[in-house]
């Protein structure tokens, strides 16, 4: 099979997906700093998402997720993560895959990542069911394991100056 064009929209969007999970794995790891929280928007109906019904029906698209003072079981896995919040006094687990966030957003730092969103997004996840998700006491597995790189690091140094506003 001949090989097609890179598809350097799908690159983008692993990439800035990538700084989302190791986001949440440093989270995972030392906690949240200060007044640091994040909004996490994403799509409902994704194929590997895991909410309730009950949820799903309120919000039949999008919702926005805050991860501030009260979350538990928070787990990193390579494509997804899970947490426990809390919806009008229920403790609920939520599973999100990586490819349904639409938006990654911490105030504390005026950081925002808002991410292109394709066809192949939507069904990219393998379905998910809560057995799938590992118990948050055992090893989590990080996001996104790091590339060793050989030769001269300046030979990897791309400029962003076409891509500034001017």
């Known amino acids: ?4 064009p890179i598809d350097y929209g799908k690159l983008i969007r692993e990439g800035l997906r990538s700084v ?3 986001s949440l794995a440093y989270t995972l790891e ?24 009950w949820l799903r029906a309120q ?9 501030e003072h009260e979350f538990e079981d928070l787990a990193v896995m390579e494509d997804r993560f899970s ?6 006094g229920k403790p609920t687990l939520l599973v999100v895959p990586f490819a349904a966030v639409s938006m990654f957003r911490d105030p504390s730092v005026n950081f925002q ?15 998910t069911t809560a057995t ?3 118990d948050p006491v055992e090893e989590v597995v990080e996001a996104v394991e790091p590339v060793e790189q050989e030769g001269d690091p300046a ?11 001017k």
């Open 113 to 127: 990542i808002e991410f292109p969103f394709s066809d192949d997004d939507m069904s990219a996840a393998p379905e």
């Open 59 to 67: 919000f039949p698209e999008e919702i926005m997720i805050v991860l």
């Open 132 to 134: 799938d998700i590992p």
């Open 20 to 22: 989302m999970a190791r």
């Open 155 to 165: 030979d990897r140094v791309v400029s962003l100056d076409a891509f500034r506003k």
């Open 1 to 4: 099979m001949q090989p097609g």
């Open 83 to 88: 947490v426990r919040l809390s919806f009008n």
């Open 30 to 53: 030392h906690g949240l700093y200060g007044e640091q929280h994040f909004f996490i928007t994403y799509y409902t109906q994704h194929s590997g998402v895991v909410m309730p019904d």
